[in-house]
């Protein structure tokens, strides 16, 4: 009897332990159950977060060949020159309107033979033709020349090249100083980050004034592929140092290789500007100033003798910069007269910044601003002031000749937005002063003039 009680208890045990390995299992499968249905819901979180993702790459993938499509659609070469530097050949321009239209269609075509050799060349890029020069002086030019007999053939030869094609412009800039120059700079600027525009043949042989612009955009030890030059007359001095960075081409059919030569009245005159005279050459043959004063004292008159006249100012441009240590260029301070700086500003005096600033005025007798000032020394450092109150392009510029300004004249309380300095011309670190010679590319630390 003992021993079945003792079984029965022994099979309740066996039982009980069966119901806890049982109630475990049951408690392990719910969890499971638990960690499907979360792992499924995370599934589908995943799945859905995938699939939006996916549209979103398809659509931007989709947007990307839009954009794609739309930049090549719309690609263009363009085709600046300086009119009054790069005359074209005398038998386009004595047939005024057919020689136009000739001279526009030859023009086109050379500029299309020579972007096929371009990497960037594709069947449908069209080509944009500007030319910007001063009509009146350069129809008058011609006519000097005895190129054409009367000045109106001239504009007829702007009219016919105006038609040889929609996107061929001949356009008169007018007759006030630099007003082709600055046409050519500005749209030179608003095209070259235009991703549009794949190739920028430039045309101003004859203007040194183009050496300080473009010299930013020259690659020191390779070529500026976006960039050719076109070359009509020999490349002035400064110019022809830039131009090595950049590509180079020339169209003698089209083009005149030398300036249009005239003598009226017996003063020599090249196209509707005076030749200008290379710096660093008009430095070397013009004769070492006797006293720093920029006004050449004349000879006492003899008894009996009316006094002459004194002569012109003469400034020599020099042959070196100031540059701080990053190369910045660094404005020397000025000697200011400040009643003649009044005299400026109030009478709107017209004095030229070529013929008293640069040394040499491209436009000689012909020139519209005023030659005939006499001005000291002082004067002239008060001329020089005004004249930076215009900022240039440059803040690494190394034209010795640049008169325009490079460092802001507010310094740092300059509170201006838009401000035309650049941002990099303000705060200038002068702690370091050096001068640079550009032609022999030799650099000395100095202590800063003034």
């Given at each position: 009897?003992a021993?079945?009680?003792?079984r029965?208890?022994?099979?309740k045990?066996?039982?009980?332990?069966?119901n806890a390995?049982?109630?475990?299992?049951?408690a392990?499968?719910e969890?499971?159950?638990q960690?499907?249905?979360a792992?499924?819901?995370?599934?589908?979180?995943?799945?859905?977060?995938?699939?939006?993702?996916?549209?979103?790459?398809?659509?931007a993938?989709s947007?990307?060949s839009?954009m794609?499509t739309s930049?090549?659609?719309?690609?263009f070469?363009?085709?600046?020159?300086?009119g009054?530097?790069?005359?074209?050949?005398d038998?386009?321009?004595?047939r005024?309107?057919?020689?136009g239209?000739?001279?526009?269609?030859?023009?086109?075509?050379?500029?299309?033979?020579?972007?096929?050799?371009?990497?960037?060349?594709?069947?449908?890029?069209?080509?944009v033709?500007?030319?910007?020069?001063?009509?009146?002086g350069?129809g008058?030019?011609?006519?000097?020349a005895?190129?054409?007999?009367?000045?109106?053939?001239?504009?007829?030869f702007?009219?016919g090249?105006n038609?040889?094609?929609?996107?061929?412009?001949?356009v008169?800039?007018g007759?006030?100083?630099?007003?082709?120059?600055?046409?050519?700079?500005?749209?030179?600027?608003?095209?070259?980050?235009?991703?549009h525009c794949?190739?920028?043949?430039?045309?101003?042989?004859a203007?040194?004034?183009?050496?300080?612009f473009?010299?930013?955009?020259?690659?020191?030890?390779?070529?500026n592929?976006?960039?050719?030059?076109?070359?009509?007359p020999?490349?002035p001095?400064d110019?022809?140092?830039?131009?090595?960075?950049?590509?180079?081409?020339a169209?003698r059919?089209?083009?005149?290789?030398?300036k249009i030569?005239?003598?009226?009245?017996?003063v020599?005159?090249?196209?509707?500007?005076?030749p200008?005279?290379?710096?660093?050459?008009?430095?070397r043959?013009?004769?070492?100033?006797?006293?720093k004063?920029a006004?050449?004292t004349?000879?006492?008159?003899?008894?009996?003798?009316?006094?002459?006249?004194?002569p012109?100012?003469v400034?020599t441009?020099?042959?070196?910069?100031?540059?701080n240590q990053?190369g910045q260029r660094?404005?020397?301070?000025l000697?200011?007269?400040?009643?003649y700086m009044?005299e400026?500003?109030s009478?709107?005096?017209?004095?030229?910044?070529?013929y008293?600033?640069?040394?040499?005025?491209p436009f000689g007798?012909?020139?519209?601003?005023?030659h005939?000032q006499?001005?000291?020394q002082?004067q002239?450092?008060?001329?020089r002031?005004?004249?930076?109150?215009?900022?240039?392009?440059?803040?690494f510029?190394?034209?010795?000749?640049?008169?325009?300004g490079?460092?802001?004249?507010?310094?740092?309380?300059?509170?201006?937005?838009?401000?035309?300095?650049?941002?990099e011309?303000h705060?200038?670190?002068?702690?370091?002063?050096?001068?640079?010679n550009?032609e022999?590319g030799?650099r000395k630390?100095?202590?800063?003039?003034?």
């Amino acid at each position: 009897m003992a021993s079945l009680k003792t079984r029965v208890e022994e099979l309740k045990r066996g039982d009980a332990v069966k119901n806890a390995l049982l109630d475990e299992l049951v408690a392990q499968v719910e969890r499971l159950a638990q960690e499907r249905d979360a792992a499924q819901g995370e599934l589908g979180m995943a799945q859905d977060t995938a699939r939006t993702y996916y549209q979103r790459m398809v659509q931007a993938e989709s947007e990307k060949s839009h954009m794609q499509t739309s930049m090549d659609c719309d690609r263009f070469v363009l085709v600046l020159i300086d009119g009054d530097g790069m005359p074209f050949l005398d038998e386009f321009v004595s047939r005024g309107l057919e020689g136009g239209e000739d001279a526009g269609k030859h023009l086109r075509t050379a500029v299309l033979d020579y972007y096929k050799t371009h990497a960037k060349y594709h069947a449908d890029d069209r080509i944009v033709m500007r030319i910007y020069a001063n009509s009146k002086g350069l129809g008058r030019t011609y006519k000097a020349a005895k190129i054409i007999p009367d000045e109106a053939v001239f504009d007829q030869f702007m009219i016919g090249f105006n038609r040889s094609h929609p996107l061929s412009d001949f356009v008169d800039a007018g007759h006030h100083k630099e007003a082709a120059d600055s046409k050519l700079k500005a749209n030179f600027e608003l095209y070259y980050r235009n991703h549009h525009c794949q190739h920028i043949m430039f045309g101003g042989s004859a203007d040194n004034s183009y050496a300080g612009f473009l010299s930013p955009l020259s690659l020191p030890n390779s070529i500026n592929d976006r960039i050719t030059l076109l070359e009509g007359p020999p490349f002035p001095y400064d110019l022809r140092k830039v131009a090595q960075g950049f590509r180079q081409t020339a169209f003698r059919g089209i083009f005149r290789t030398v300036k249009i030569q005239t003598i009226p009245n017996g003063v020599p005159l090249v196209g509707s500007k005076r030749p200008a005279t290379d710096v660093l050459t008009s430095m070397r043959e013009r004769p070492t100033p006797q006293a720093k004063s920029a006004v050449i004292t004349p000879p006492k008159p003899q008894l009996g003798q009316q006094p002459q006249q004194p002569p012109t100012s003469v400034f020599t441009p020099p042959s070196y910069i100031y540059q701080n240590q990053y190369g910045q260029r660094l404005d020397v301070p000025l000697n200011i007269d400040k009643e003649y700086m009044k005299e400026l500003y109030s009478k709107n005096t017209r004095l030229c910044n070529n013929y008293y600033l640069k040394g040499h005025c491209p436009f000689g007798d012909k020139c519209e601003w005023d030659h005939s000032q006499h001005l000291t020394q002082r004067q002239l450092d008060t001329f020089r002031h005004k004249a930076r109150t215009s900022s240039c392009r440059n803040p690494f510029c190394q034209d010795p000749a640049c008169c325009l300004g490079h460092m802001c004249p507010r310094g740092a309380s300059c509170d201006i937005s838009l401000c035309k300095f650049l941002p990099e011309m303000h705060n200038i670190d002068c702690r370091e002063v050096y001068q640079y010679n550009p032609e022999k590319g030799e650099r000395k630390r100095v202590l800063m003039p003034g």
